[in-house]
C-alpha cells in the first residue's frame, strides 16, 4: 500500500507541476521536501524530550537520512551536480529500504509512518528533477556518486567505532532480513556491497546510456 500511495502521489504531482512555471516548480519542491529533514528533527526532538535518544541510532547519519537534509537543497538550487550523486545514492540505497524495511511497527504508528514517508519521500523528490526538469544522469555523476559513498564509508568506520553505532550498516548487517545476508561476515559483506552498489548505479545509468552518446557526439 505505501508503494501504492507513493507511485500515486508522485504522478498527480509531476503531472501537475510540469504545467507550471519554474517559480512554482521549484518552490513547491523545495517547501514539500523540507517534510524530510523535519521528520529526523521531530523524531530527535521527541527522543531527547521523553529521554529515549540515544546517539548510537538517532543522530541523521545513515545515508537516507543525510540525503534528507541536501535534497532540499538540491531543489532550491536546482543543483545538477547534486543532483547526479543523489540519484544513484537514494535509488540504488533507498529503494533497498523500502524492499526490505527495517521496521518493528505496524500501521497506523508513528515510527511505521515516519518510515515511509521519508524513504518513499526521498524516492519521489528525487524523480522530481528527472521527470519535470529532464535532468539526467552521467558517466561523471555515476563515478562522483561512488567516490562520494566511499568517503561516507571512511567516515562512517570511525565514527561508528567511537559511538558504538552502527551507521551505514558498516560495522554489522541489519537486524531485519536483507540482501546483506546473503553476501558473509564482516568485512565481506561490505566489499560484497561495493560491488553490488556499482552494479546497480550501472542499471540506473543504463536507461540513460543512448542519449548520453548523442550528447558526446554532438
Given amino acids: 500500500m505505501p508503494l501504492v500511495v507513493l507511485a500515486v502521489t508522485g504522478f498527480l504531482w509531476f503531472r501537475w507541476a510540469s504545467r507550471q512555471g519554474i517559480r512554482v516548480q521549484r518552490c513547491s519542491s523545495f517547501y514539500l521536501s523540507l517534510i524530510l529533514p523535519l521528520l529526523i528533527v521531530i523524531d530527535m526532538m521527541r527522543g531527547w524530550i521523553d529521554g529515549s535518544f540515544q546517539v548510537d541510532t538517532d543522530l541523521p547519519l545513515h545515508m537516507c537520512r543525510l540525503a534528507a537534509f541536501v535534497v532540499p537543497i538540491m531543489l532550491l538550487q536546482k543543483s545538477r551536480p547534486i543532483f547526479g550523486v543523489l540519484y544513484f545514492w537514494i535509488l540504488a540505497g533507498t529503494l533497498q529500504a523500502i524492499i526490505t524495511p527495517d521496521l518493528s511497527e505496524g500501521f497506523p504508528t508513528y515510527p ?23 535532468f539526467r544522469p552521467t558517466w561523471r555523476d555515476l563515478w562522483n556518486a561512488v567516490w562520494t559513498a566511499q568517503i561516507y564509508l571512511l567516515l562512517s568506520l570511525p565514527i561508528n567505532s567511537w ?21 558473509g561476515p ?3 559483506y561490505i566489499l560484497a556491497g561495493e560491488v553490488i552498489m556499482i552494479v546497480l548505479f550501472l542499471l540506473l545509468l543504463l536507461p540513460f546510456l543512448g542519449r548520453i552518446r548523442q550528447l558526446e557526439s554532438a
Fill in 112 to 134: 511505521y509512518v515516519r518510515y515511509w514517508l521519508l524513504h518513499a519521500g526521498l524516492v519521489v523528490m528525487i524523480c522530481f528533477p528527472l521527470v519535470v526538469y529532464r
Fill in 163 to 183: 559511538l558504538g553505532s552502527n551507521y551505514g550498516y558498516t560495522m554489522y548487517k541489519p537486524p531485519v532480513a536483507s540482501i546483506a545476508d546473503l553476501m
Fill in 186 to 188: 564482516w568485512p565481506w
